[in-house]
């Protein structure tokens, strides 16, 4: 007899799950017995996982939802409660950058930025928080950033909305702790992405140089700490934010 998945049969929600980070969270937490509701921008980025995730042997939903407009979250989590049954675990990795000089920063790259990365993970996590109140149970993930711990020159709306998570992360935690739900924060540092893909050679060069254990990470190094804050060996640990950066700012 083959032992049980850690997370058997448990639902994940899992934003921005086409690519990169939250493509990686889908594959690990599906490794270990997840289903997973996927969410993206387009029906067809969302579903472009589905083969990949399903060799899992668990069952995979792509969702179309912009994580920026508070009433699309809201009817995608009542149809992902209605197709599931269930919602266990919810991972707010959805973000995206609009990186310029606070000079040259417009409203709408500051608006567009704090809206889709900070103000989406509260309209998700809103959306669960009934449901996994009354299974007295859940975990809540959130995908922060360095930048959110020590900010970066270029990202003020980047740093501001991902310092906000952190924020978010210890209130919430604080806040459903009594209804048996964790919420914890992952503080990544560079990782191999398209998002960095954007950055140049040079950067790049500069910023290997910096980091002590001289690599990139790779989406795989975040899905696994994600997997491990989703599972039931992290019932004792909630409202922390947790660096995940190959020793960059020790
Ligand atoms: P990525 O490769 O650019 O992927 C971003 C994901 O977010 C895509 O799946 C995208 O989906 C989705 N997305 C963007 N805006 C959305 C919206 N309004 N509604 C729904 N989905 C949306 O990014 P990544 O590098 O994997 O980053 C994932 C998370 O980790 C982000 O929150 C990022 O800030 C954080 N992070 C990344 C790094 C890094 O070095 N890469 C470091 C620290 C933190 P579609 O485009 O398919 O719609």
Redesign the pocket.
Known sequence: MTPEKPLHDQVAIV????????KAISLQLAAHGCHIAG????ES??ASIKEEVEAFGVTYRPYA????SGESVQEAAKQILQDFEKIDILVN?????KDTLLMRMSDEDWQAVLQ??LS?AFYWTKAVTRPMSKARSGRIVN?????GQHGNAGQVN?AAA?AGMIGMTKSVAKELAGRNITCNCV?????E????DELSEELKATLLEQIPLKRMGS?ADIAHLVTYLAGPHSSYLTGQEITIDGGLFI
């Open positions: 934003t921005g799950a086409s690519r990169g980070i939250g969410v993206s921008r387009s980025s969302a939802v912009d994580v920026s990795n959805a973000g995206i950058t889709t990365n989406g995908i922060s950033s360095v930048i980047y991902k503080c990544p540092g560079f990782i992405t398209d998002m960095t989406g």
